[in-house]
């Protein structure tokens, strides 16, 4: 069955086509025992750029796709992608946080990679009409969340080394539990960098995160979880955690790197940064040493260290290893991070209020 769907909005008119799944899948998950993105729902939105422009999008059974051999992204590696959302409230209402900032990123990846500009009329009502459809698929248990994937990436072929001349935009989503289980233990990276200057480190490039695995791999090898990075040039600033930004509490100081081209701007980063300040928590944006962090961890100044993102929210870095050593950070009975946590996760899901209009209803 096929239905052509149109969402009036106040940017203009924006026609979806469905294609409904005939059986839906759903009573064979156990909501109660979900793992992270690897559950998926019963639809996904797909949308081709042909010819210059983007094509009705559809909202069909989540499937596999079919690519030629020669498609761009097997050879040069154009692809993006965002990591977003969804929840219930006790109301039953669906939410999304901030999905805006999601859209404006990822056409600023979209830029830095050759890649067309995704509408916003195609994202925010593809997304929302996608969402409206797998309802259902929303979890309501605490700490659990319908993840969502949309990502882009060159379906146009050719061997000759140029950007793709089409393209496909898709939204998968996931029902998901939590990201991390607990407090991680983290290395700070000597070697090998995430990003460089004037490359694609503040940009979602899937090639970003294929470049992590390996030294990520050995941090695993020697019983760490994550990789903290450091800077590419001197390695002596450490400016993300793993696929997280990252935060540093020295006293009552909450300190951050600041975006470049190396770091992503992360949404998660935003709004911590936000509600920190208006809870007159001293926060700081600006470099910061890894002589600095160690420093702080001897003389007991040192109070927190966390990762920050879609995925984990927050999550709490309980050790840290430099140079064959290891650094461990006393846990504290009201840390920053599970008060900005807790602040967070009840707005994104309806439980406080919204003083920042960050909470989208579908």
């Not at 761009?72 to 969804?86: D, L, N, R, V």
């Not at 294929?210 to 002596?236: C, M, R």
């Not at 420093?295 to 999550?315: D, P, R, Y």
């Amino acid at each position: 069955m096929y239905i052509c769907f149109s969402i009036q909005s106040n940017r203009m008119k924006s026609k979806i086509e469905i294609q409904p799944i005939e059986k839906s899948k759903i009573n064979s998950v156990d909501f109660d025992n979900l793992p992270f993105g690897s559950v998926y729902s019963d639809h996904m939105l797909e949308c081709d750029y042909i010819n210059g422009e983007w094509k009705t999008p559809v909202i069909k059974p989540y499937s596999p796709i079919s690519l030629d051999p020669a498609a761009k992204i097997f050879h040069y590696g154009q692809s993006i992608f965002e990591g977003m959302k969804a929840y219930k409230d006790t109301h039953g209402n669906s939410l999304l946080f901030r999905p805006l900032e999601n859209w404006k990123r990822l056409n600023k990846s979209a830029e830095r990679l050759v890649i067309p500009h995704i509408p916003e009329e195609i994202f925010m009502d593809g997304l929302k009409k996608l969402l409206e459809i797998d309802t259902n698929w929303i979890p309501t248990n605490e700490g659990s969340s319908l993840y969502i994937r949309p990502f882009m990436f060159a379906s146009g072929i050719g061997f000759h080394a140029s950007p793709a001349d089409a393209y496909k935009f898709i939204i998968c989503t996931a029902p998901s539990g939590a990201y991390f289980g607990g407090e991680v233990k983290v290395l700070i990276e000597e070697k090998y960098a995430r990003a460089a200057n004037g490359g694609v480190g503040f940009a979602k490039a899937g090639g970003n995160y294929a470049a992590q695995f390996y030294p990520t791999q050995l941090a695993i090898e020697k019983g760490y979880n994550q990789v903290i990075w450091t800077d590419d040039n001197s390695h002596e600033y450490i400016e993300e955690a793993g696929a997280m930004n990252i935060f540093v509490r020295i006293n009552d100081t909450l300190i951050t790197s600041p975006t470049n081209d190396r770091i992503l701007d992360g949404i998660t980063r935003k709004s911590i940064i936000q509600i920190a300040k208006d809870m007159n928590i001293d926060v700081e944006i600006r470099k910061i040493s890894v002589s600095e962090v160690i420093a702080a961890a001897q003389n007991g100044s040192l109070k927190e260290m966390f990762g920050a993102g879609t995925a984990a929210v927050i999550s709490p870095i309980s050790g840290f290893g430099y140079q064959e050593t290891e650094y461990d950070i006393p846990a504290l009975k009201t840390p920053f991070a599970e008060i900005l946590k807790k602040t967070i996760t009840d707005i994104q899901t309806n439980k406080a209020k919204d003083p920042y209009g960050w909470r989208v209803m579908v």
